[in-house]
T-cell receptor
Framework: DGGITQSPKYLFRKEGQNVTLSCEQN?????MYWYRQDPGQGLRLIYY???????QKGDIAEGYSVSREKKESFPLTVTSAQKNPTAFYLC????????????FGPGTRLTVT | AQKITQTQPGMFVQEKEAVTLDCTYD???????LFWYKQPSSGEMIFLIY??????QNATEGRYSLNFQKARKSTNLVISASQLGDSAMYFC??????????FGTGTRLLVSP
């Protein structure tokens, strides 16, 4: 079955630690995205990548980093510089270009204490 | 700048009734796409329906249809014959050209027996 996987579903970290969230897709999509969702809010774009080895900052990139070394994978690192990292993180992919809806993974709920 | 507005924080509907969720958008672009997503309590975002700005017909997808009024810049989602499983958050989103997907703040729909 084609789809997007994110692991783990729940993640707990101590303040000051970097943490990497995984996102893998087997839909052969060129574009991939990372969003953050806070309680009662819509989605805000952190980073996106339209093609391998290229990515751009979204609206709230500070404190986050990404890489896109393979078409299938777009990991997100939440660094210690992110002031409020506790949130629900969603990864998505699309065929890219001007068209195409985005398909989402199941999300990772990160709690930092 | 692109903006999506969903003015209904919550909506209630009885099972088997129809419900309309409102969405207005703001863009100066002539070419754009409008999307609706459903987010159940599990957190995943499920793509429901798409409307292109040049589409002359209102989009329909099973029990979902859009009331697209271009001049008023609105794209309301109509869910017919509501089911208990329709209880979820619903997000309206817009994409212009190669730009990112911009989301509204969502509407929580509760379907009662």
């Amino acid at each position: 079955d084609g789809g997007i996987t994110q692991s783990p579903k729940y993640l707990f970290r101590k303040e000051g630690q970097n943490v990497t969230l995984s996102c893998e897709q087997n839909l052969n999509h060129d574009a991939m995205y990372w969003y953050r969702q806070d309680p009662g809010q819509g989605l805000r774009l952190i980073y996106y990548s339209q093609i391998v080895n290229d990515f751009q900052k979204g609206d709230i990139a500070e404190g986050y980093s990404v890489s896109r070394e393979k078409k299938e994978s777009f990991p997100l690192t939440v660094t210690s510089a992110q002031k409020n990292p506790t949130a629900f993180y969603l990864c998505a992919s699309s065929i890219g270009g001007q068209g195409g809806e985005q398909y989402f993974g199941p999300g990772t709920r990160l709690t930092v204490t | 700048a692109q903006k999506i507005t969903q003015t209904q924080p919550g909506m209630f509907v009885q099972e088997k009734e129809a419900v309309t969720l409102d969405c207005t958008y703001d863009t100066s672009d002539q070419s754009y796409g409008l999307f609706w997503y459903k987010q159940p309590s599990s957190g995943e975002m499920i793509f429901l329906i798409y409307q292109g700005s040049y589409d002359e017909q209102n989009a329909t997808e099973g029990r979902y249809s859009l009331n697209f009024q271009k001049a008023r810049k609105s794209t309301n989602l109509v869910i017919s014959a509501s089911q208990l499983g329709d209880s979820a958050m619903y997000f309206c989103a817009m994409k212009t050209g190669f730009q990112k997907l911009v989301f509204g703040t969502g509407t929580r729909l509760l379907v009662s027996p």
